[in-house]
């Protein structure tokens, strides 16, 4: 009689997938900011492995563009540029004003969508949850940008994530009051998405971007 084998259990991330996770994590929401130098022993403890597996993980970040590495130092994480949230900025007027444009004859099929973000941003900002509300804000634009069904313009939109999320975050933390401002956007969006008028939306992501490129250009 044949007994049935035991299936193997899946395998959880490896020790370096780990550390990366840990350090990319801790950059993005800003625990490690930028023109912090830290150690692969401080990163190794954090993150509950040994120092290999840190160095692995600290030359995919560096390939990101997001630590640069001084042997017998550290990594020292990189802080964010002007150029760099120039660069960001422009990126997000192209793709998201195009999208925008694109979606308004079918904005009756992202409406919900759209609600259902703003209401996740307003309950993570009522929770104090900065990690959250950076997360339904990235929602709600990429739900726009996808709408739009030009998928090298949503991979595009993708790839500028991190980016996006790093100085998100450090606008929201370090702007009092660019919460509330967002939220308010976001509704003024939702009011214009709701008119007759193509225009008035997208004056309203327009002018949402250009809030955003003058918070972050003061935070430096």
Excluded at 50 to 70: C, N
Excluded at 72 to 101: F, M, N, Q, Y
Excluded at 143 to 160: D, K, M, P, S, W
Excluded at 162 to 183: C, I, K, N, T, Y
Aim: avoid cysteine; aromatic fraction near 4%; charged fraction near 25%.
């Amino acid at each position: 009689m044949t007994h049935p084998t035991a299936s193997p259990r899946a395998a959880g991330p490896s020790a370096a997938e780990r550390a990366y996770q840990h350090l990319k994590q801790a950059i993005l929401e800003q625990v490690y900011p930028g023109g912090l130098l830290i150690s692969e022993g401080e990163i190794a403890e954090a993150a509950g492995v040994s120092r290999t597996p840190v160095r692995e993980a600290l030359l995919r970040l560096e390939a990101e563009g997001l630590v640069a590495l001084y042997p017998k130092r550290g990594a020292l994480i990189r802080p964010v540029s002007a150029r760099e949230i120039a660069d960001v900025i422009e990126a997000r007027r192209l793709v998201e004003l195009h999208a925008a444009e694109r979606v308004w004859p079918r904005r009756a099929e992202i409406r919900a969508d759209l609600a259902r973000w703003l209401t996740q941003m307003r309950r993570a900002y009522a929770a104090g949850d900065v990690t959250a509300l950076m997360a339904a804000d990235r929602a709600f634009h990429a739900t726009v940008v996808e709408a739009a069904g030009n998928e090298i313009l949503a991979e595009l939109y993708h790839r500028l994530r991190d980016r996006q999320l790093r100085m998100g975050e450090a606008g929201f933390r370090l702007s009092p009051g660019w919460a509330e401002v967002v939220l308010a956007e976001h509704a003024a969006q939702l009011a214009a998405l709701d008119s007759d008028d193509p225009a008035a939306w997208l004056d309203a992501v327009g002018a949402h971007i250009d809030n955003a490129a003058n918070v972050l250009r003061n935070l430096r």
